[in-house]
């Protein structure tokens, strides 16, 4: 049973760029959550997907964009991308929203903007 | 703004200690809290859940709850080497959703 899948590992940009980041949800699972978490921090929620929709947001500008698709699968797309964007991103999978529902966290895409 | 607060440690104990791991938080309207494992380099890997106060057990480790106090906290039973690594704690936003809260983690350190 596979389980939440990202994509790129490692990523490398220059500042200004644009990146985009791919998830793939735990088998049975349909609701998509991703995070931020910079170096010696926890995570910090960016927004959560359900039903190809943004259900919640965090504290993140508009610059942070993300899309589900019918499959589950998620994108987080970042623009204009500042130093202060390197971090490990992470995509988390649930069975629901429900708050008793645990996240299931991928490998992380680890993003480095020079 | 919803907190939650962790020792970032080091917590160093002897390999067959006692581990114990605390975490406070704000927002008296959670209602769901993990803990999860962060290896050096690695993502977040859950390892207990509870939701209701009192001890829930799951092998070497429990998890500890007392809403009134507003503290979680994680015992680590015969700590193993393997067991070193950045413990976080994870509350929901409040509200019906699993939107989580992070801790900045207390790295543990279990010496051979």
């Known amino acids: 049973d596979a389980g939440v899948t990202q994509s790129p590992t490692h990523l490398i940009k220059t500042r200004g760029q644009q990146v985009t980041l791919r998830c793939s949800p735990k088998?049975?699972?349909?609701?998509v959550s991703w995070y931020q978490q910079a170096l010696g921090q926890g995570p910090q929620f960016i927004f959560q997907y359900y039903e190809e929709e943004e259900r919640q947001r965090g504290n993140f500008p508009d610059r942070f964009s993300g899309h589900q698709f019918p499959n589950y699968s998620s994108e987080l797309n970042v623009n204009a991308l500042l130093l202060g964007d390197s971090a490990l991103y992470l995509c988390?999978?649930?069975?629901?929203?429900?708050?008793?529902?645990?996240?299931?966290f991928g490998n992380g895409t680890r993003l480095t903007v020079t | 703004q919803k907190e939650v607060e962790q020792n970032s440690g080091p917590l160093s104990v002897p390999e067959g200690a006692i581990a114990s791991l605390n975490c406070t938080y704000s927002d008296r309207g959670s209602q769901s809290f993990f803990w999860y494992r962060q290896y050096s380099g690695k993502s977040p890997e859950l390892i207990m859940s509870?939701?209701?106060?009192g001890d829930k057990e799951d092998g070497r480790f429990t998890a500890q709850l007392n809403k009134a106090s507003q503290y979680v906290s994680l015992l680590i039973r015969d700590s193993q080497p393997s067991d070193s690594a950045t413990y976080l704690c994870?509350?929901?936003?409040?509200?019906?959703?699993?939107?989580?809260?992070f801790g900045t983690g207390t790295l543990l350190a279990v010496q051979p």
């Open positions: 994870a509350v929901n936003g409040g509200g019906a959703t699993n939107k989580l809260i």
């Open positions: 088998s049975g699972h349909d609701t």
């Open positions: 988390a999978s649930s069975l629901d929203r429900g708050g008793n529902s645990p996240l299931h």
């Open positions: 509870i939701y209701s106060n």
